[in-house]
């Protein structure tokens, strides 16, 4: 076997590797994979980072901030083979690779499409709707987000060498924050494989991201306000790291994942023979074994009626029992080791914590019978399945976490004490329950919800396509209250914004649509001399606007429209019904009328620039027009961004006045031009 020598990369090279610090080993069989080299200049890297990353990254746009992402997803899947191979010696099983390698690619996959679709091609993000400051409209307010101007450090924990480090960086660089990436040691040697895809993949700016193989050192002793320190791990970890003087005195951002008591409930209404009893059995045992348990969203307590709890524990240990441990390369492997034998040794003192107050009713935690193995030399431990019948009194299962495949069963009297006993778990990362009542979901919903971070609601109807209890999805919060950290990563754009700044800029509109490059209400607009319509993208300026000539609404345009879309609701067609209504006072006409006739006024009939309206936001009807009043259109330049070589989207800030001026509608046009 060849052993790798790993090596920190620092200020855009790979440091020399002199003499070894330490020896990482095969969870499998125990031998040497890869030992350490020396520790390296962590405040030397911050500045790096600070002086070199950081103004690189902020001078690409989202958009090409996001383009870079889709690239890096691309070699990860390229050269993914490579990350298998090492990946077994973690004890991993394929499926526990796949997860974890494709799984991360995955996710820089995820932010570089959120990031072309819902960020701006700019590199300043508005926050919300202008906010009026003023009587006369010459003052407002308009929150922004902008690039933290530090670094990002990001410690991960073992269990997920791959997807722990992409899915911290896909919201940190598309943020434009470059990253100090520190992986857990036992596994770092699949970390630093994927990390070396990324650097091959040449697309990063210079000091956009650096790899810390071994101690930090005094790396926290240079942290400022502009940094963050994104951690996953234990809590015990966590709380160390998050009382350091410099995070206190500095305010820095401290987000924690840290490992949780997670909970699945099998409601009341699902009982044996019904397809939600099947799934909490299936998911229960999936949760123990996937990763041999090594995972922070694993489920620690599972509950289920008094009862059906019996009938519960006989479906389990059945299955438990089919499943196959050993060598994940052998065929028919189904569950791999821990990743460490110091990590068989803590599951094992955890076990028998958590074995003082709850029986083990399955499995030995001092045997395991293993295929094509060596049950000492590798670190394997047969899957332990606990249960005690008096959950209000077995403090250790509900303080006691055993990072490991290990899960304890609980009964519980009705839904109100299922749900107290889920809280008492003090926050957790998610909690699932096996329900199709609907009633059952909105109660644990209103009354579990602030306690967990994600709430699975799994029943036969989403069976097939569900991603299950324990799988964090890029587009969702990843993080929990409570004993869980606190903290959040991922949620898509939310998890971009962790990142950033949010900042309140005030001056007149003109000044702050220049700030922000889009058209705020107020600000100036500039009078097409051409229509827009017959303008490229980049020939609009932003507040550029077309004022349309009037048109008259008669009572005969609204019959027709009536009749022609079939749409006869009283308030257009019987005058005494609609002069009855407070709103109106009288026929008026429709909405959707007033849209098409605003389109007819602007609309430039001959091909050109224009390739396509694809949608309105924000629609708004503000005031009714009767028959005889006349409409009026302004169709403003309100933002633009490119979305490739051939089309970009500009966003046209339309308002429909009546013939005194009064607006009577405003929505956002969305149309696809060539660029």
């Not at 935690?365 to 193995?373: G, S």
């Not at 403090?395 to 495949?405: K, Q």
Request: charged share 20%; with cysteine.
């Amino acid at each position: 076997m060849r052993v790798l020598n790993l090596t920190s990369y620092s200020e855009d090279r790979w440091t020399a590797f002199a003499s070894a610090s330490g020896e990482l080993q095969s969870a499998v069989t125990g031998d040497v994979v890869a030992t350490v080299g020396a520790p390296v200049d962590t405040a030397a890297m911050l500045r790096h980072a600070r002086e070199v990353g950081g103004p690189a990254l902020r001078r690409l746009t989202f958009h090409e901030r996001a383009a870079m992402l889709k690239t890096l997803g691309e070699a990860i899947m390229a050269r993914k083979e490579e990350l298998y191979a090492l990946s077994y010696d973690t004890g991993a099983t394929k499926t526990d690779s796949w997860v974890d390698i494709e799984g991360g690619a995955g996710t820089l996959y995820s932010y570089a499409s959120k990031g072309r679709r819902e960020l701006p091609n700019d590199r300043i993000l508005i926050d919300g709707d202008m906010e009026s400051l003023g009587r006369k409209g010459t003052f407002a307010g308009q929150h922004v987000y902008t690039s933290l101007q530090g670094a990002a450090v990001h410690i991960n924990a073992f269990n997920f060498p791959v997807w722990g480090m992409l899915e911290k960086l896909a919201p940190t660089l598309l943020a434009g924050v470059p990253a100090i990436v520190k992986p857990a040691s036992a596994t770092c040697y699949l970390t630093a494989a994927a990390f070396r895809i990324l650097i091959d993949a040449n697309v990063l700016p210079k000091g956009a991201i650096q790899l810390v193989i071994g101690p930090v050192g005094d790396l926290f002793e240079h942290l400022t306000c502009q940094d963050v320190v994104s951690f996953t791990g234990s809590a015990d970890t966590a709380m160390k790291l998050a009382s350091h003087p410099v995070i206190a005195r500095e305010s820095v951002r401290f987000i924690a994942e840290r490992d949780s008591l997670n909970c699945s409930i099998l409601g009341p209404d699902a009982a044996p023979g019904t397809p939600e009893f099947d799934l909490f059995v299936k998911e229960v045992v999936r949760e123990m074994t996937v990763k041999a348990g090594q995972k922070c969203t694993a489920i620690r307590r599972a509950f289920a009626p008094a009862a059906h709890l019996d009938a519960v524990e006989q479906a389990l240990k059945e299955r438990l029992s089919r499943v196959v441990i050993g060598n994940p390369r052998a065929e028919g492997v189904s569950m791999g080791a821990l990743a460490s034998l110091a990590q068989r040794q803590d599951v094992r003192a955890k076990i028998r914590e958590l074995s003082r107050a709850a029986e083990i009713v399955f499995g030995d935690p001092a045997h395991v019978t293993v295929k094509d193995a060596d049950a000492e030399k590798g670190a394997f431990l047969s899957p332990i399945l606990l249960r005690t019948n008096d959950p209000w009194h077995a403090d250790a299962v509900h303080d006691v976490e055993a990072f490991g495949p290990v899960s304890t069963l609980m009964p519980y009297h009705d839904l109100g004490d299922a749900i107290a006993l889920a809280n008492r778990g003090k926050g957790s990362l998610v909690m699932s329950a096996f329900t199709h009542d609907p009633a059952v979901a909105r109660e644990i919903a209103l009354n579990a919800g602030a306690f967990h971070g994600r709430i699975l609601f799994a029943d036969r109807d989403c069976a097939a396509e569900s991603t299950g209890h324990g799988s964090p999805l890029p587009v969702l919060v990843h993080g929990g209250p409570g004993r869980a950290g606190g903290g959040e990563e991922m949620g898509g754009i939310r998890g971009v914004k962790h990142y950033m700044q949010r900042t309140a800029l005030q001056g007149s509109p003109r000044l702050l649509s220049g700030t922000v490059g889009v058209f705020l209400p107020g600000a100036e607009k500039t009078e097409a001399s051409t229509h827009p319509f017959r303008l490229k993208m980049s020939e609009l300026p932003i507040g550029y606007t077309l004022t349309t000539a009037p048109r008259e609404i008669s009572l005969e345009d609204i019959e027709h429209f009536a009749r022609f879309t079939g749409d006869n609701f009283y308030a257009h067609m019987d005058e005494e019904a609609a002069r009855a209504n407070p709103l109106f006072g009288g026929r008026v006409a429709h909405g959707y009328l007033i849209l098409s006739f605003a389109a007819g006024l602007f609309v430039d009939p001959a091909p050109g620039p224009v390739l396509a309206n694809y949608g309105l936001d924000n629609l708004r009807f503000l005031k009714p027009v009767k028959a005889g009043d006349a409409i009026q259109v302004a169709l403003t330049v309100k933002s633009k961004s490119v979305r490739n070589a051939t089309m970009g989207e500009v966003r046209w800030a339309v308002q429909v006045t009546n013939r005194d001026g009064e607006p009577v509608a405003t929505y956002d046009l969305l149309t696809m031009n060539t660029p």
